[in-house]
Nanobody, 121 residues
Framework: QVQLVESGGGLVQAGGSLRLSCAGS????????IGWFRQAPGKERESVAA??????????FYVDFAKGRFTITGDNAKNTVYLQMNSLKPEDTAVYYC????????????WGQGTQVTVSS
């Protein structure tokens, strides 16, 4: 079973940037679809972006609020998926999670512990 660890969260002013990392265990990590999700206080968890298999810059998915501001990339050699977040807004404040699922699978089978992102106005 793949295991995931997020890092890179923190406090940033509106308009700033952060890069989140999702480090995965196991030699087969790059064969998974990796998704980023977020959950703000009092709100349901929502999708942010996904890196589909095989990992490539053109094989990505973004929800509307992430398009043009967030970029998801993967580094096979480092078993890590990144979420570069630019032009951050206070409404981006949330706990961000990465998750993994098998290509063609309907459910994410592994989740990280989350990393807090706080954007001040």
């Amino acid at each position: 079973q793949v295991q995931l660890v997020e890092s890179g969260g923190g406090l940033v002013q509106a308009g700033g940037s952060l890069r989140l990392s999702c480090a995965g265990s196991g030699r087969s990590f790059s064969t998974y679809v990796i998704g980023w999700f977020r959950q703000a206080p009092g709100k349901e968890r929502e999708s942010v972006a996904a890196l589909n298999w095989p990992w490539s810059a053109g094989n990505t998915f973004y929800v509307d609020f992430a398009k043009g501001r967030f970029t998801i990339t993967g580094d096979n050699a480092k078993n890590t998926v990144y979420l570069q977040m630019n032009s951050l807004k206070p409404e981006d404040t949330a706990v961000y999670y990465c998750a993994a699922r098998r290509p063609g699978g309907s459910e994410y089978v592994a989740w990280g512990q989350g990393t807090q992102v706080t954007v001040s106005s």
